[in-house]
């Protein structure tokens, strides 16, 4: 028996950003993609010329990926964000091994290493990976004896759904949690969702 429309709408109210197929829908708009990696990436310059939903990285012989969102910004970065409801895996080594593959899809031969693109490997999940109670943790490579940051292209980010912390990112999340009616703070997201 086939639903009729009024059902239809009813089922997909029901959805919120943080539901993969919902966040597919609605990251299917590009100018959706930039709001939200400027927003969550605290910046307003970024530029999304490209956005790919469930993405494909097929390997013979190994593991292949599917990837939630590939965004590629005008200067040739690549954002790789991924939605994760169940703490089920290692999600670390999960995202280490989709930055490898993104690399490897992008190192064209005879190319220079100091080609490829920077990553930003970003991992939104309904729950605290780190359990610190905080909605954004950064990642950052160290040169341990010196205390210094080392900048190798890769950027991660793991963002707590739930974190509490005041700022637009938690306003986000909140809004990716429950996405009802329209937020002005997220204008091209609501109308989206909407």
């Known amino acids: 028996m086939q639903e009729t ?5 009813k089922a997909v109210a029901k959805f919120n950003i943080i539901d993969d197929i919902f966040f597919q829908k609605v990251t299917e708009d590009i100018g959706v993609c930039e709001e939200l990696l400027n927003v969550i990436l605290e910046r307003s310059d970024i530029t999304v010329i490209s956005a790919e939903n469930q993405k494909h990285i097929r390997n013979i012989g190994n593991k292949s990926i599917v990837l939630d969102l590939l965004c590629k910004d005008e200067s040739g970065t690549l954002f790789n964000v991924e939605i994760q409801r169940a703490d089920n895996d290692n999600l670390q080594k999960r995202m280490r091994y989709y930055v490898s593959n993104i690399d490897s899809k992008s190192a064209e031969e005879g190319k220079s290493y100091s080609e490829l ?25 160290m040169l341990r004896s010196f205390g210094e ?3 190798n292209g890769i950027h991660e980010l793991y963002i707590n759904a739930k974190g509490k912390d005041p700022s637009p990112i938690t306003d986000l999340m909140q809004y990716f949690l429950n996405s009802n009616g329209y937020n002005e703070k997220f204008p091209k997201i609501s109308k989206r969702v909407q």
């Open 5 to 9: 429309l009024e059902q239809q709408k």
């Open 117 to 141: 693109p920077d990553i930003y490997s970003i991992m939104i999940s309904e729950f605290d990976i780190f359990k610190k109670d905080k909605t954004v943790y950064h990642i950052d490579r």
């Open 149 to 151: 940051s080392q900048d």
